[in-house]
T-cell receptor, first 112, second 116 residues
């Protein structure tokens, strides 16, 4: 167990819908990262937050957004969902911006 | 932009034997980190081993060791005495040491099968 908790573990939703994925980082970790793992794109970095502020952005679609709250948990919001958004979404956390990142178990999103 | 390439989509090895997974990367930076992550069927991403680019000595973690060739931009993973529990997808990853660039860049992965 990495100490990073993601909910829900599985999510099935219809095209056009909006979902929220939640991540609780390890105790004390200030940095949260979101990654998407899909069959065609592999593992791709989406976005990073550090202590509530956006730190880096990767290949994140405009339909996707994220935030990190004062208690350091993070949410990834996916809207206007398309079939191609079906993927495994990972959250990772690290104590600081240059220390090891530990991954949660991921949320499997299926868009039908 | 940095890229990571794993040229072996699948590998198999007999239990108790040794196997080496290949990884090459491309970067213009001189300071960075390299990682091997394991993803078993449970899909959890588990850090196997880490290498700092400024260190000449190859990292070792129990049965896992790396061969880091900085000039060749090569970073292979050797698994000794393979066990059934080693069966998984293995991902090579790169991270810049530059402050503000902490994202991991992953290769496409190598699926490792252990034959009993």
């Amino acid at each position: 167990d990495s100490g990073v908790t993601q909910t829900p573990k599985h999510l099935i939703t219809a095209t056009g819908q909006r979902v929220t994925l939640r991540c609780s980082p390890r105790s004390g970790d200030l940095s949260v990262y979101w990654y998407q793992q899909s069959l065609d794109q592999g593992l791709q970095f989406l976005i990073q937050y550090y202590n509530g502020e956006e730190r880096a952005k990767g290949n994140i679609l405009e339909r996707f957004s994220a935030q990190q709250f004062p208690d350091l948990h993070s949410e990834l919001n996916l809207s206007s969902l398309e079939l191609g958004d079906s993927a495994l979404y990972f959250c990772a956390s690290s104590e600081d911006t240059d220390t090891e990142a530990f991954f949660g178990q991921g949320t499997r999103l299926t868009v039908v | 932009a940095q890229t990571v390439t794993q040229s072996q989509p699948e590998m198999s090895v007999q239990e108790a034997e040794t196997v080496t997974l290949s990884c090459t990367y491309d970067t213009s930076e001189s300071d960075y980190y390299l990682f091997w992550y394991k993803q078993p069927p449970s899909r959890q991403m588990i850090l196997v081993i880490r290498q700092e680019a400024y260190k000449q000595q190859n990292a070792t973690e129990n049965r896992f060791s790396v061969n880091f060739q900085k000039a060749a931009k090569s970073f292979s993973l050797k698994i000794s005495d393979s066990q059934l529990g080693d069966a998984a997808m293995y991902f090579c990853a790169y991270r810049s040491a530059f402050q503000g660039a902490q994202k991991l860049v992953f290769g496409q992965g190598t699926r490792l099968t252990i034959n009993p």
